[in-house]
């Protein structure tokens, strides 16, 4: 089936301009996260969504980053006034969660393309 | 306190040969999820196996096993019989809290293999 699909692969933006990047997970996966990853950082986790339940925002580097989920599906993560420090590869994954599951459904993260952001 | 650590920045290895990447990981919670990713030059992660905490078994796919030694924290990835397009970087990560329950994943820094001839 189809896998995780990210959009723009690639974004170039000039600093202090608003971006939008877009995910659309595995079709049934309930849990969805996006991640961030760069040269210096490496690979930070920035939030994820569960079901109905509020997001996990903990890893969120200011408060110029949000995300929202529509539907319980496709995801947007928006960087405002954006900065030349946000310049990295921003991914996202989905997963399967299940209250009780055990055994070999290990909740596997299944990550997309991921989008380039450059900002110059 | 880094959570994941991966000692490796690079490694070589010949076609045909095995090959092991080291994770080391540090928690408090008896329940976690130790995983290996592979990202070829692509960019795109590509999940090979897991590994969880209360499994009694070292866990297997195809020429992937995941060498897991609780008491010595170490998860570390074989990869028998290298093969030309293994050449990657190689990620291990770790997801804490009982299997069922969404959770973040922590990386290490990876370890960039490469195959030669």
Known sequence: ??????????????????????CDPISGHTALYWYRQSLGQGLEFLIYFQGNSAPDKSGLPSDRFSAERTGGSVSTLTIQRTQQEDSAVYLCASS???VGASGKSPDTQYFGPGTRLTVL | AQKITQTQPGMFVQEKEAVTLDCTYDTSDPSYGLFWYKQPSSGEMIFLIYQG???????????YSLNFQKARKSANLVISASQLGDSAMYFCAMREGLTGTASKLTFGTGTRLQVTL
């Open chain 1, 1 to 22: 089936g189809a896998g995780v699909s990210q959009s723009p692969s690639n974004k170039v933006t000039e600093k202090g301009k608003d971006v939008e990047l877009r």
């Open chain 2, 53 to 63: 905490s209360y499994d009694q078994q070292n866990a297997t796919e195809g020429r």
């Open chain 1, 96 to 98: 399967l969660y299940r």
